[in-house]
């Protein structure tokens, strides 16, 4: 196994990186060293690879891509207790400071000193081994395959909003986009309590996976058909409690209000 | 069809019930008139009969018990627009006052000026007929039976406190007590995006009912089992999120602190 | 006393208006009528002059303006039980429908039934007196003047704005607009429990008043001052817990998130 | 300056710990060290003192009494950035694993690994200096005296609670209690936006204390005032809108229900 290196903007190469090995020879108390098994391709490593910046993140040096990922553990710090060698497990990609009054506020996510992976200059995932925080690696069930497991960090943006959009049992909502993220925020939703979620987009193959999920989903076609007139009729002309934008479009924001 | 009237503690009487017939002769513009269908027999009905009050409330005179229903719409008022004769609904029992300070603040289910079925003095709806205000007169799908509609009341008491619970996705939760109402919030719970209920009792009839509606509800006998160990050993010693107090026994509301 | 007329756009009169003499000639029971005393300026009531419409609210008839109001009670419906005769009260301008579903989830100021002063074809209060629901009329504390009193309409729109944002003690606060809204939300946000409140506009005249209201109160002028790194050195680099957003202006909008 | 030792149950002394000194000799690159100024007595120090426990936490063998504390610092670790010497500080006295699932979720403050001063076997601060991190080391506005300083532990005791209950503005609330924690409760009650808080308690000495912090606060003696009728009386019979428990005496607890 190799590492997939951004080298440079539209330019990938799959080969070692003696440098990652070399940062992670030892492994620190805490710490457990993991055998990659899969990766899921993110739109920001696609990003990268198109624009080779998001934001203010410029690929400046060789970057290895990847951060949603599972395998298996081979190695565990000296006070490690939650796992064990062999354990299967996915990964959190971001390591907060734990001292930074992001974590002690319980908003580790948003700590502006996290390392994240495969933002310059932090190192993505798809590569052979990691070193990585047991307070960040989690055990999977046995039955949550390696792929399902490279799929919880983004299920885990949806069931974020879904926690912060502070469902109830009964609820209806809209999600904004049937991307990755639209589909798993409309699932969070659901598992949230959402009695009807309705997914909009304009590409018809996306909406048909969505209502393909649950017929509690009402896929919306936003070239063809008026989401704002199917939602009024559903609901005797009250709405839905809570909307997700989930396409990073301004017009739709906008929409939101 | 006659109406069951507590004539006073443990003096039960089926019969016709003029005063309000003649009471409910005229319909007002927001009422509409209800057959009723089918009505639920509450611990409070169980209880007026054997002590003849509850709390403040006395039965001083003949009362119509029964206060969750379900039935057909025979006639509506003159501006009633939601529903049209023939139509199936359920009801709610407690009629705020519109005009009240718990209304404005959508507390209405708490205004000290609620008029609520079968609680002295007012008359509940085990009878043949009731006049009752649109606005808390619901229309059933059309895959709800009369006699899941009448278990619309408890099953709301369940959701209104999961609700109140604010559960998030993926939270624990226990439910101290396998009655009726433990087992609606359960359900609720879950509904609310709970992973997993332990619901206890000391009655094992009634916790094999409970472990029978959901693979995510773990029945515990707190006669032969510990809850606080079993909880600790699943959670690996951190707990559940929420406590939902069903049994209104002392000493199970001290557990919950 | 006169009404004051909004006869079409741009063109106003101080006339009787016997219409509402009419409508208002008998009181419900949960009615008062008030002597109204001092009626505010909105902003809407100005665009209303100056463009005769508002969204989809348009002057077709002779309107009465105004709706922050202030007055004396001087005759009571049979009912009413909180306000007697010589009241000093103020009013609450929209008038919710009681069994709307809006009224019974407590946002009865969302009710798409609402009937709201001078917005077509409702009347608003710059006349000599009106009847209103006891329910929506509060009477004033005696160090209340008739002036702050026809205020308290405004101020609610910023106490409501400072309790959705759940403000919590020492939160610092952003307040974009330093108009009427903007000013009376930075007061409810110290209010409800911030430590530091930014206000920010381009007219430094509003910002003076805005800096006199209190110490905790920081005017920036967005057109000399740059907002996000006063507030980041203020911060040690966090930013604000809250933004409200009180100048209606796309562009800030956007700037919020 | 010598340290206060509590050598067992009600065997105090003041003398050398050089045990401390030893532990304390190096500082690791996130601490700082603090000359202790002023350390306030809490009830769980006399409790310690006069009983030997507290619930689980029994003194074995002796140790140093104190966890509300201020000081300056007078060195700080390799990285440390946000305190330099001589600054005035006060300190959080408990320190989470910050590895732990409890402030992974921002509930630090409850995590079962927490080592918190002066419970057993953790020593105090009632000693000359000590070794702290500095995410839990607080630099000193300089209106905030020291004895203001030992202070803030306690009163971050009613902020969180007042915090917890989500306060809106204009909420009543009534604190059972006046005693230090009851007074700081009430105290960040009026800081989250309270309009009146009730403080009882049946010592006329604490209640009068209690009175004097604000007008805001109504002392209520529970000997010879009835509290609900007074608080019914005040709010038209509507109540308080929170309750904060400050006597951990059951039979209040169950006034609060």
Redesign the interface.
């Known amino acids: 196994m190799k590492s997939l290196v951004l080298e440079k903007k539209q330019a990938l190469s799959l080969r070692d990186f003696p440098a990652i090995d070399k940062a992670e020879e030892t492994l620190a108390p805490?710490d457990v060293r993991i055998k990659i098994h899969t990766v899921g391709i993110c739109g920001s490593d696609v990003h990268y690879y198109t624009h080779g910046h998001i934001a203010p993140f410029v690929v400046n040096a060789p970057m290895i891509l990847g951060h949603e990922a599972s395998g298996t553990v081979i190695e565990v710090g000296t006070v490690v207790t939650?796992l064990k060698e062999g354990d299967r497990v996915c990964m959190e990609p971001g390591i907060p400071d734990?001292?930074?009054?992001a974590?002690?506020?319980?908003?580790?996510n948003i700590d502006?000193a996290v390392r994240f992976w495969a933002t310059p200059p932090v190192h993505g995932i798809l590569r052979p081994t990691c070193v990585h925080?047991?307070?960040f690696t989690f055990k999977l069930p046995d039955n949550v395959s390696f792929a399902e497991a490279a799929m919880v960090e983004p299920l885990a943006v949806g069931?974020h909003a879904?926690?912060k959009a502070?469902?109830?049992?009964?609820d209806n909502a809209v999600v904004l986009g049937a991307g990755p993220i639209g589909l798993v925020t409309a699932l969070?939703a659901l598992?949230?309590?959402c009695a009807r979620v309705y997914v909009t987009d304009l590409a018809q193959r996306k909406l048909d996976i969505a209502g393909s999920l649950s017929p509690a989903i009402v896929p919306v076609n936003a070239q063809s058909e008026n989401l704002v007139d199917i939602v009024l009729s559903h609901t005797?002309?009250?709405g839905v409690d809570v909307v997700f934008e989930a396409t990073g479009f301004?017009p739709c924001?906008?929409s939101c209000?």
């Open positions: 805490h939650s734990p001292s930074s009054k974590t002690r506020l319980g908003l580790y502006p925080p047991e307070a069931v879904a926690t502070r469902v109830r049992p009964g969070a598992a949230a309590g005797d002309g009250w301004p924001c906008q209000l």
